[in-house]
C-alpha cells in the first residue's frame, strides 16, 4: 500500500509539473529579456558574420535596455560556435548568427558533424544577403577575370586562394571557380575573413572570394583590387565591377547569407518576440542604407520562411560540393 501511495504522489507531481510548464514558459517568454543575451559569431571578429551580429546585436539592447553581447567563437568552418549553441539552453538566451556556411554547406562537405543543422535549432530570422567578390594583391598582374584565368593556366598551383574556413561560401565560391574556368589553384583556409585579408594584402596569398561588407573598405582604399561579384547582378556598392556570369563564367552564381538561430525547443513566444524586434529594424530605412553601405541586402521574413531557404540552400549546395570534389574530415 505505501509504495502504491507513493506511486501515485510521484504520478501526481508529475501531471501537476506538466500542467504547469506551459505557463512558466508562458512567464518566462513574457519576461524576456530578463538578463544579458549572448549572441555567437562562430568566425573571428571584423569579417561580415561579426559585423551583421554586432549591428543586430546593437538595435536589440537599444529596443529592450538589455545588453545583448556578442561572443566570437572561430573555428571549424563554424562549426565550433554553431555546436555551442545546439547544446545550449533553450531559453532565448543564446542564440547564433549563422550562414550559409554552417547551415547549407557545411552538411554536405564536412565528413563529420557536431550537430544537426536542422533538428539542433530553431531558426528565428534571415539578416542579410551578401555577394561575394572576387579580389586580388594588387601586385598580381592582373585586372580582370579573363587575365586571371589567363595567368593561372600559365602558371598552374602557383596561385593559392585565401578562405574564412573550410565550408564557408567564400571556400567554395574559389572551389566552384576551379571547376568552371579549369585552373588549378591551392586552397589556404583561415579561421576568419579577416587574417585571411590581412595575409592576402601581405602578399601570403594571392586572390580570395570574399564577403563583400568585409573586403570593401580595402577595395575603396586601393589595397585589394576587385575584380567581380558572385551574385547574378552587380553590387550596388561595387557598380562597375562586372559579375562572374559577366566575366565569361555563365551561370555562375554564389551569394552568402546570415541569420538568426536559437537552440531546438526554444519557446516560440520568445522567437515570435526576437523575430519581430530584428525584423523592425531590418526594414527600416536605416537598416536597409546601413547593411547597402556594406554591400549587404537586408532581409526579413518570418521563421517558417527562414526554415525554408535553408531547405532550398542546403539542396543547392549540396551540388556545388558534389561538382567540385571538395571535402573536410
Request: some cysteine; proline content about 7%.
Amino acid at each position: 500500500m505505501g509504495r502504491l501511495m507513493q506511486f501515485t504522489l510521484k504520478t501526481f507531481i508529475a501531471v501537476i509539473l506538466t500542467a504547469c510548464a506551459p505557463v512558466a514558459m508562458a512567464q518566462a517568454a513574457a519576461k524576456y529579456p530578463a538578463k544579458p543575451v549572448r549572441m555567437v559569431v562562430p568566425f573571428p571578429a571584423a569579417g561580415t558574420t561579426d559585423l551583421l551580429a554586432r549591428a543586430v546585436a546593437q538595435k536589440l539592447s537599444e529596443a529592450w535596455g538589455q545588453q545583448v553581447i556578442v561572443d566570437n567563437r572561430p573555428g571549424a568552418g563554424g562549426n565550433i560556435g554553431s555546436e555551442l549553441v545546439a547544446k545550449a539552453a533553450p531559453d532565448g538566451y543564446t542564440l547564433l548568427m549563422g550562414t550559409v556556411g554552417t547551415h547549407s554547406i557545411n552538411p554536405s562537405l564536412y565528413t563529420k558533424m557536431p550537430y544537426d543543422h536542422v533538428k539542433d535549432f530553431t531558426p528565428v530570422i534571415l539578416v542579410a544577403g551578401v555577394p561575394n567578390v572576387l579580389v586580388v594583391n594588387p601586385s598580381l598582374p592582373v585586372h580582370s577575370v579573363a587575365e586571371l584565368i589567363a595567368y593561372a593556366k600559365a602558371n598552374p598551383n602557383k596561385l593559392n586562394f585565401a578562405s574564412s574556413g573550410s565550408g564557408t561560401s567564400i571556400h567554395l565560391s574559389g572551389e566552384l571557380f576551379k571547376v568552371m574556368a579549369g585552373v588549378d589553384m591551392t586552397h589556404v583556409p583561415y579561421k576568419g575573413s579577416a587574417p585571411a585579408l590581412t595575409d592576402l594584402m601581405g602578399g601570403q596569398v594571392q586572390l580570395m572570394f570574399d564577403n563583400l561588407p568585409s573586403s570593401l573598405p580595402f577595395i575603396k582604399a586601393g589595397k585589394l583590387r576587385a575584380l567581380a561579384v558572385t551574385s547574378a547582378t552587380r553590387a550596388s556598392a561595387l557598380p562597375d565591377t562586372p559579375t562572374l556570369a559577366e566575366s565569361g563564367l555563365a551561370g555562375f552564381e554564389a551569394s552568402s547569407w546570415f541569420g538568426v538561430l536559437a537552440p531546438a525547443g526554444t519557446p516560440h513566444d520568445i522567437v515570435a518576440k526576437l523575430n519581430a524586434a530584428i525584423a523592425a529594424w531590418l526594414a527600416s530605412p536605416e537598416a536597409k542604407e546601413k547593411l547597402a553601405a556594406q554591400g549587404a541586402i537586408a532581409a526579413g521574413g518570418s521563421p517558417d520562411d527562414f526554415v525554408k531557404h535553408i531547405a532550398r540552400e542546403t539542396a543547392k549546395w549540396a551540388k556545388v560540393v558534389k561538382a567540385s570534389g571538395a571535402h573536410v574530415d
